[in-house]
Each structure stands twice: as C-alpha cells, then as structure tokens.
C-alpha cells in the first residue's frame, strides 16, 4: 500500500510539474502604429507565444494580425473599440490572458522599442528570463536612438524592466501601471542586466516629431481615465526634447533581417488623430498645462496646436 501511495505522489508532482513547464509569452498592446507589425516581430524573437491587445482597432491592422498571427504564435488577440484607455487595466487584462495558455514567464515593451540584436545570440535573453524565480525581473539600460540611427541619448531613467517570472498573484496597480512593464508589486529580485550589448533600443526620439506624438499620446493615456495631471509645462517638455549623454550606436544592435527603421521617421499619425478627436469630445483641459505644440498632418489642417501656451 505504501508503495502504491508513493507512486501516486510521484505521478501528481510530476503532471504538476509538467504542467507547470516553463513559456514565455510576449505581452503586446498595440494602436495601429505603422510599425505595429515589426514590434510583434520583434517580441516574438524571444516568446513561445503573445497575446495582443489593440486600441481602437483599423482593417489593416487586424488583416495583419490575422496574416502573422501563426507565424508568430499568438494565440489571444483583444480589442479596444473606444480611445478611453486605462492601461493598468489592458496590461492586466493581457497579464491574465498569459496566464490562461499557461505562461510562466512574460515580457513586455512598448511599440517602439526592441530588444538589441545581441539578446538573440545562443539564446541568451531566453535563458537569462527562464533563470528567474517566481517575483523576479529583469531589466536593461534603455538606449534612445537620438534624431537618427548614429547616436544614442541615455534615458531618465537609465533602466527598463521588460521581463518576469509569475508569482501567480502580481497585477498592475492604478499607481504604476503606466510607468513600468513589469509589475511593482512582485516579492522576488529586480535584476539589473549592465552589459553594454544587452539593451532596449528605443525609437520614440529618432525624429522630434516622432517624440512629440508619443509623448502626447501617453499623456493622454495616462489622463483619459484617471484625470490624474502631472504637472508637465512647457519648460519641463523643452527638457525633453535635449539629449542626455550622446554616446555612438553599436550597429549590431539592429541586426534584424525583418527591421525597417524608416517607418519610425514619421509622426505616429493614427495616435496623434485619435488625441485630436478625444480632445474634440473632451476640450483641452486634462492637457493646458503642457503647452504649445505644433505638429505637421497630411491633411487639409496642417498646422495643428493642440493646446495653448502654459504659463511659466
């Protein structure tokens, strides 16, 4: 009798351990940005599987979901028909879906940005990730591409964390669910990657415009729910417009056959239209005090100033 429960011991710990064999699944929200379908590539490098969230979901952008959506394993997608985002919530809503295909370990970025080439190398972003215990995460100097693709500017902050191990309970709180891709909330080791070849590059500063619509748009992400206003004046945004610490671009970094790094050049028009209608229905009061900005369109308005001047 003895042996028999010992057998059954075995065989429990053992399903549950199979069950529980380690999958890293990408979490990807997405709003149809023109590079949406490269940030998908660039994820699934690393992931067995992703899940998608998309705002305000355009033809295009779901026809090219449907056409990667085996090639790249996603096995969820979700969509956000209105512009009202919470975002603690959409991560929250992706975090559980990766747990439903039985995630045991994620990773998530923003749509501009990838990791550098070298992660991919003999596997070592994944192995790194899958040596993380239940709560810890990693992160990685963010690397700003500054005004083109020769230079780079270090970020405030210098970090990004993009990677997890569940714990099983962690979510993204009201608090901070906008600033970080990993929950703050985890009990394990924020692990901090300092080898200059291992990094996030980011795109959102290749061209000024570019950072001006991404900088909007996550202004209003943040606002839109929550009505909480950081107080952004116009000195604060000029700030962000200077470089930091202009060092050179390792090419090897963007050593990625599917990267086309043209179509970061430009602003992100399908963010910036939907601010613009949010501020038709809303007025321009969760945003006066970021000030005067003026952003060209392709289209019959081109000068567009979304706000008036904030006061100094």
């Known amino acids: 009798m003895k042996k028999i429960i010992v057998t059954m011991l075995l065989l429990v710990v053992t399903g549950t351990l199979w069950a529980r064999k380690s999958k890293l699944v990408g979490l990807a929200r997405i709003a149809n940005e023109t590079y949406a379908q490269q940030y998908l590539q660039g994820l699934a490098q690393y992931t067995d599987a992703l899940v998608v969230m998309v705002t305000n979901p355009q033809p ?12 790249l394993h996603i096995e969820a997608i979700f969509t956000q028909k209105f512009l009202e985002n919470d975002l603690p919530t959409i991560k929250n809503m992706l975090l559980q879906a990766g747990r439903e295909i039985e995630g045991t370990h994620f990773m998530m970025l923003e749509p501009y940005q990838i990791m550098s080439a070298q992660c991919r190398e ?34 405030d902050p210098v970090y990004s964390a993009c990677a997890f191990a569940d714990d099983g309970y962690c979510f993204y709180g009201m608090g901070h669910g906008y600033l970080c891709n990993v929950p703050l909330d985890t009990d394990g080791t924020r692990i901090t990657c300092n080898e200059p070849e291992y990094g ?25 729910i929550t009505r909480i206003i950081t107080p952004v004046p116009a000195t604060y ?45 809303r007025g321009t009061a969760l945003f006066e005090d970021i000030g005067f900005m003026e952003l060209s369109f392709p289209d019959p308005t081109p000068w567009i100033c979304f706000w008036p001047q904030a006061k100094a």
């Open 200 to 224: 996030v590059v980011d795109f959102h500063a290749v061209t000024e415009e570019h950072q001006k619509s991404i900088y909007l748009w996550t202004q209003y992400e943040i606002r839109a």
């Open 237 to 281: 945004f000029k700030k962000l417009l200077q470089p930091k610490q202009l060092k050179r671009v390792d090419n090897n970094w963007l050593k990625y056959t599917f990267l086309d790094t043209q179509l970061y050049r430009s602003i992100d028009l399908d963010c910036m239209l939907g601010v613009r209608a949010a501020i038709g229905d």
């Open 122 to 155: 003999n596997n070592w972003l994944r192995t790194k990730i899958f040596t993380l215990n239940g709560g810890d995460s990693l992160q990685f100097p963010c690397l700003l591409l500054w005004r083109g693709l020769e230079n780079y500017s270090a970020m």
């Open 60 to 71: 295009k952008t779901l026809n090219m979901l449907a056409t990667i959506k085996n090639e």
